[in-house]
């Protein structure tokens, strides 16, 4: 059973390009979140989304950034014009969402990208 | 104030020792999580707690509801527990809200 996969693990891009990072959850998870992680500072959540809905996305800056869950495929987070200030590490985590194990979160190894 | 406050921020031990590292935080929660990063690595979910007390070898993580107040304890250990451990609370919306960790290096 394979655990969330990030890819890429690393992804380097120029300022004004766009980024998209992609996360498969966990096989029978439906909720999916992504979080920021900024150089020497602590996580942050950016948006919780299930299939085809976002339902949170208060921590989503509100310009350049956007991300979905489609009905099929990886959740897609996508950074357009990125700017140096867009370098991080970007976690993705997948819960089951219901029963007792719905609070139960698995994190990706993470994406780091940065910005040149 | 932040929501979520973990100490130490820092901590350096000798292999062996007995390790605490705490977590106080100021909201209402339905669970929550002791996390573990090393350097440019991912992040395991070591506990989820909502209440009492859970043992995973020599991890032990505590919770006080009344207190808002959590404790992961290291037993016996080792460099290769050297890493970030986080505490996060998650809140009614599914949104977890993160300490900004506390650095342990354990020497050898």
């Known amino acids: 059973n394979a655990g969330v996969m990030q890819n890429p693990r690393h992804l380097v891009r120029r300022r004004g390009q766009e980024a998209r990072l992609r996360c498969s959850p966990m096989k029978g998870h439906s909720h999916v979140y992504w979080y920021r992680q900024l150089p020497e500072e602590g996580l942050k959540f950016m948006v919780y989304l299930q299939k085809e809905n976002i339902i949170d996305e208060s921590g989503m800056p509100k310009e350049r950034f956007s991300a979905e869950f489609p009905k099929e495929g990886p959740s897609i987070l996508r950074i357009q014009q990125v700017v140096r200030g867009d370098s991080a590490a970007y976690f993705c985590?997948?819960?089951?969402?219901?029963?007792?194990?719905?609070?139960?979160?698995?994190f990706g190894e993470g994406s780091w990208l940065t910005v040149v | 104030k932040n929501e979520v406050e973990q100490s130490p921020q820092n901590l350096t031990a000798q292999e062996g020792e007995f390790i605490t590292i705490n977590c106080s935080y100021s909201?209402?929660?339905?669970?929550l999580h002791w996390l573990q990063q090393h350097p440019g690595g991912g992040i395991v979910s070591l506990f989820m707690?909502?209440?009492g007390k859970k043992k995973h070898g020599r991890l032990i993580a505590t919770i006080n509801i009344q207190e808002k107040h959590s404790s992961l304890h290291i037993t016996a250990s080792h460099p290769r527990d050297s890493a970030v451990y986080i505490c996060?609370?998650?809140?009614?919306?599914?949104?977890?809200?993160f300490g900004s960790g506390t650095q342990l290096t354990v020497l050898p």
């Open positions: 909201v209402g929660i339905s669970a």
């Open positions: 996060a609370v998650l809140r009614s919306a599914r949104q977890l809200t």
């Open positions: 985590a997948s819960s089951p969402g219901q029963g007792d194990s719905g609070n139960t979160i698995y």
């Open positions: 707690l909502s209440s």
